[in-house]
């Protein structure tokens, strides 16, 4: 298996570069090949822009949509996409690691989603019958995702009835939204909570069972999200059905029980 491993996190030495160290030795130990891409030592262009677009008319009003489809089109993305376009399309799984700041991922690694994510890649895309494919059958379906993040508070806080909210939801804007959005089977996350108390002898035991997750990385269960065009849905209003779920109202209800 191929894997590409998205590291977003400013300092080396800190718990989140260390995740990302061990995924990738336990990854090789099994014999998978790896490409780790350290967004911060890459110095990644977080912000989306015309110049991501070199041939882009810059006398017209800028469009990004636009823009990222006129690149898809003629091929035509600046270098430093293109290069991680080529990761994705070599990998059969991807892996974010990163630290839960402000209930969502850093800027960075943000960044990287909505400039690699592009027109015809990672959205905007259609099959025969002209039905927009993606949550489920985009052009990733088949290969896999995890995220492995770290969060300041104690699990006890994201709950279902904490102040946070539950931690599933906290993270479906990631694992549905742009994941399964694009095609991805989401693997349930590796999350490690209380992450700025961490000393030697609980790092052991974090390391072993997220060697022990990525040693059992293509037999685990993804979320059973439901796919957009598996016949759950009304068309085009993609509303779940009322049958399905009844009375209830959220994510989970994109959920299969």
Known sequence: MKVLILLAHPEKASLTASLARVAKDQFEKQGDEIQLTDLYAQNWKSAIDIDDFPHYDKSEKFNVIL???????????????KKEHEKLFWADALVFVFPFWWFSMPAILRGWVERVFSYGIGYGRYDDDKKHVRYGDGLFKGKRAMLITGIGGKGNTYSGRSVSGPIEDLLFPINHGIFFYAGYQALPPFVVFDSNFVDENRFKAIESSLRERIATFESTKPIAYRSQNGGDYTIPQLQLKEELAPGKEGFKIHILD
């Open 67 to 81: 823009g990222s489809k006129q690149a898809y089109e003629e091929n035509a993305y600046s270098e430093d996409v």
